[in-house]
């Protein structure tokens, strides 16, 4: 069974930056898709980044030119490095599998505030 566990959230000022990784364990057969989601109270879970197993990534447009997305296959570990950080990116964020039945990892809290 596959697991996937994020880690890396935490306060931060507005301006810093916060790294966070999703690392997948268990039997993983194929090298998916994976995205980090975010969802802030009261509002809708969105697909912030993703990156395809070639490399090939997507961003919203409120994140382009302040967060990256990578991945390192060898270590089933995919990271979302956030530079220049806001207020507004204050939510919870998930990282997903885009495997055959998609997979959620738990979720991790980072808060922009000074």
């Known amino acids: 069974q596959v697991q996937l566990v994020e880690s890396g959230g935490g306060l931060v000022q507005p301006g810093g930056s916060l790294r966070l990784s999703c690392a997948a364990s268990?039997?993983?057969?194929?090298?998916?898709?994976m995205g980090w989601y975010r969802q802030a109270p009261g509002k809708q879970r969105e697909l912030v980044a993703s990156i395809t197993s070639g490399g090939s990534t997507y961003y919203v447009d409120s994140v382009k030119g302040r967060f990256t997305i990578s991945r390192d296959n060898a270590k089933n570990t995919v990271y979302l490095q956030m530079n220049d950080l806001k207020p507004d990116d204050t939510a919870v964020y998930y990282c997903?599998?885009?495997?055959?039945?998609?997979?959620w990892g738990q979720g991790t809290q980072v808060t922009v505030s000074s």
């Open positions: 997903k599998m885009f495997s055959v039945e998609p997979l």
């Open positions: 268990g039997s993983i057969r194929s090298i998916y898709s």
